[in-house]
């Protein structure tokens, strides 16, 4: 019923922008007119019942006070609302009364607007509406538009009415209005090629998340609660839990008060949220403008239930300066404390990439968290990547990590695909709460619920399918219940399944294999020591323009513009540091000096081969020291890096030999969680000397990562996964991270085997019957007449 009604409200209120504005605006710029009209129309179709009791109340507080300015308190008892409009006209009175002058009906209207309260005149503002109003009275249609709004054919109220011939036109709910503006700026994007702004989330997965967050607790509600929402758009998810926990017929029934919050960004959903709240009697204050990543609006206050469907896929860059300074977070929010693998506590990022910012706002719920006996519960609603996306020790995994850790994670539900307007990926609710009950603690339930929906007779959007009540109330028992269930044979059901938070958890480290290098001096070896690596090309093409004279004291500086120009010529884009480096004299002296010793060592030493770098090295450093030569340590890896190369049948490149006498060994042995013999495991090899390994230099070309479940040994793992195919690998365990991530393919996949090649083969007969007969029916013959002309 719902559906049907607005949509018959968005043809009407679409017909509008077609039949007035078309002369007047582009396609793309209907909705600038016709939303805030919707809202306008809205708001004042409320107040003209108490119309006169408003400009009563008007006329004595200017006769009885003796201040210049009205006093809110009476006009809003006056209206019977949060607003009121202290001016004569409403916009039917406004239509009734408009004359051929133009610029008369302008000021009126503009009196109009501002006769509102301030909280009404924040949502025109916002709008923008006065300059629209000034344009279309210009090319008069102004008139025309309101007509069409003021028409008795449509119902923009809360409340049931009668059209001209004696029919009921429906209410239209908060919720309804949600669905009316979220098809509308579908439909305009959609003319403008746009994508739909909001995430607007459907009713029915509104009741699912209402369900999931009270009905645990509904016996245990406090007489005050609060209820947040940091994306909250134009406000369906707010007032359907408040209307959720206060319907007298509904499952809780509350006594309590309920006091709504919320932030968007949008100014237009904004100003449609604040008007709701404004009609359902809830405090307008609380709902706030502006970047809920930007500003902590709302620091210091905690609240009971959170719900939130946060935009993904969306970058949150805008908000970067706000949040990070650099590498370093500087907002508490996305900061948590976290263990290392050795058990030392920091505080680490808890930011995921600058392109998806929906886990921010989980985060920002949970920074909102009562500490408190009942504490808080949230549900909020997110895509896959919140699930996995991320490696170990990064912002996203980190912040899984310390939901789960931390055992505030109760349960995931995946929701159908294309169960929201202007998306149709896959979908998940998380419910997060920090007072788990007994029976759910260090647990997390998986609900498996893809499958489980009724399509729709026709797509609204994206949106081809829905849940029934039928379909929430399973969900929610299985939920209640706890319950661990397979999929029913015919597919069309649910899953569920329980895990350990440990489950979710993995270590990822660095799995190591020794260097192996030849090393041989060759001209062309040494040739690319003369320029910077990164700044090669224009160096090599100004050494070819100049050659050596480009060290000459001054000659750089000369030739400074010549390189920059050949640079912008040929599409070279330098920051303006590596700029600053290439044109800078002592930059070509350090590289020349590499080339310079390397060409003097391959004088010394010849083009031999070695296949021992050691031995390399060691004749490397001595004949530096005959020549009297010093190098920093970078300059002379970068010739013997220059010189070798990774050569399977070389030589292991020694990085250096330890002692490990008993009071080394016994740390060692402790922190790594191994005996003696288990240490090659871990990159030190025994020579045969007592107490005495090797280490070896580790190769970044062959390096590679296991992840490990954090239940099971790193060794033992290593030992059974690698160690048989690498024998001589090991494990760096300096590089272990802790992971987590939630996988639904992985616990809830069920291999299918292919049909059999007779089966496949019967379908394909049985089709090219089907076809000869439709064929034969369509010319007139028999399948036999047909059959017997195609073999002819």
């Known amino acids: 019923m719902l559906h049907s009604v607005h949509n018959k409200l968005v043809s009407f209120i679409w017909s509008i922008a077609d039949d007035c504005l078309r002369d007047v605006y582009v396609r793309g710029k209907y909705r600038d007119v016709i939303l805030p009209m919707v809202v306008l129309r809205r708001l004042d179709s409320l107040l003209e019942e ?32 949060v607003f009121y409009n202290t001016s ?3 916009l039917r009175k ?82 309804g209005m949600g669905y009316v503006f979220e098809e509308l700026i579908r439909k305009f994007n959609e003319e403008n090629n746009e994508e739909a702004g909001e995430h607007f989330t459907p009713r029915e997965v509104i009741q699912l998340m209402t369900h999931l967050i009270f009905d645990p607790i509904k016996d245990n509600l406090q007489p005050v609660m609060t209820i947040y929402d940091p994306a909250c758009g ?19 029934a509350a006594n309590g008060d309920v006091y709504l919050y919320g932030k968007e960004i949008n100014d237009e959903t904004y100003a449609i949220c604040k008007s709701d709240m404004m009609i359902k009697g809830n405090d307008p204050r609380n709902i706030r403008v502006g970047s809920t990543l930007s500003t902590d609006e709302f620091a210091g206050t905690k609240f009971d239930f959170m719900l939130s469907n946060p935009p993904y896929g969306k970058s949150w860059s805008f908000d970067l300066k706000y949040i990070k300074d650099g590498k370093d977070v500087i907002d508490p929010r996305f900061q948590v404390k976290l263990s290392d693998y050795w058990g030392k506590e920091e505080m680490v990022d808890a930011t995921p990439r600058s392109s998806d910012g929906q886990l921010l706002f989980l985060m920002e719920m949970i920074s909102k968290m009562k500490d408190t006996e009942t504490g808080s519960r949230i549900a909020s609603v997110h895509n896959g990547s919140s699930l996995f996306t991320g490696d170990a020790g990064g912002g996203e995994s980190n912040i899984r990590r310390y939901i789960i850790e931390n055992d505030m994670l109760e349960a995931i539900v995946q929701l159908p695909n294309n169960m929201f307007y202007n998306t149709g990926i896959t979908t998940y609710i998380w419910i997060v709460t920090n007072n788990k009950p007994q029976a759910r603690r260090g647990k997390v339930q998986l609900i498996e619920a893809s499958l489980l929906f009724k399509k729709l007779r026709k797509n609204l959007g994206d949106k081809n399918c829905e849940f029934t009540e039928a379909h929430v ?91 920059v120009k050949w640079c912008d010529d040929n599409d070279i884009e330098l920051s303006k540091k590596n700029r600053e480096k290439l044109l800078k004299p002592a930059t070509w002296a350090k590289y020349k000096l590499q080339f310079d010793v390397a060409t003097a060592l391959m004088t010394r030493i010849g083009d031999e081969v070695y296949m021992n770098f050691n031995d390399f090295k060691a004749r490397v450093d001595a004949e530096l020291k005959a020549m009297g030569q010093k190098l920093g340590a970078s300059d002379k890896n970068a010739i013997l890096n220059g010189v070798s190369l990774y050569d399977e049948t070389a030589e292991k490149v020694v990085k250096r030999t330890i002692k490990l006498p008993p009071e080394k060994m016994e740390p060692l042995l402790e922190r790594l969680g191994c005996a003696a013999k288990n240490l090659p495991g871990f990159g030190y090899y025994p020579t045969g000397r007592p107490n005495e390994y090797l280490t070896y230099e580790s190769t970044s070309d062959l390096r590679d990562s296991e992840s490990v479940p954090l239940a099971e040994s790193i060794h033992s793992y290593f030992q059974r996964e690698v160690k048989p195919h690498v024998p001589e690998a090991w494990i760096d365990m300096e590089s272990v991270k802790i992971g987590y991530e939630i996988s639904f393919n992985k616990h809830f996949y069920k291999h299918k085997p292919l049909r059999s090649l007779e089966e496949v083969a019967r379908d394909i007969v049985d089709l090219e019957r089907q076809s000869e007969g439709l064929m034969a029916e369509i010319l007139g013959v028999s399948v036999k007449e047909l059959s017997g002309a195609g073999d002819a």
């Open 50 to 81: 108490s119309k006169d009791a408003v400009l009563e109340e008007v006329a004595f507080q200017k006769e009885n006070l003796d201040s210049m300015e009205l006093e809110a308190t009476g006009l809003t008892h006056a209206s019977g609302y």
């Open 473 to 563: 109330r399973e969900i929610t028992d299985c939920y209640l219940n706890m319950n661990e269930r397979d999929r029913p044979v015919d597919d069309n059901g649910i899953a569920a399944k329980l895990f350990d938070n440990s489950d979710f958890g993995y270590h990822k480290v660095s799995i190591e294999r020794p260097d192996r290098r030849r090393a041989q001096f060759t001209a062309e070896a040494i040739a690319p020591l003369r320029f910077d690596r990164i700044l090669c090309e224009p160096m090599e093409w100004a050494y070819s323009e100049w050659g050596d004279t480009i060290y000459e004291k001054g000659l750089l500086r000369e030739h400074a513009k010549t390189i």
């Open 88 to 90: 004569k006209w409403t």
């Open 94 to 175: 406004l239509h009734d009364t408009a004359t051929n002058n133009r610029q008369i009906f302008v000021e009126n209207f503009i009196e109009y607007l501002n006769g509102f309260s301030p909280n009404v005149k924040e949502i025109v503002e916002k709008f923008d509406l006065k300059p629209k109003v000034r344009h279309m009275a210009s090319k008069d249609v102004l008139l025309d538009v309101l007509e069409k709004f003021v028409s008795p054919k449509i119902n923009l109220t809360p409340n049931g009415k009668l059209d001209p011939d004696g029919y009921k036109l429906p209410p239209l709910s908060n919720l």
């Open 234 to 252: 134009s406000g369906g998810m707010l007032t359907e839990a408040q209307n959720f926990i206060k319907d007298p017929d509904g499952p809780i």
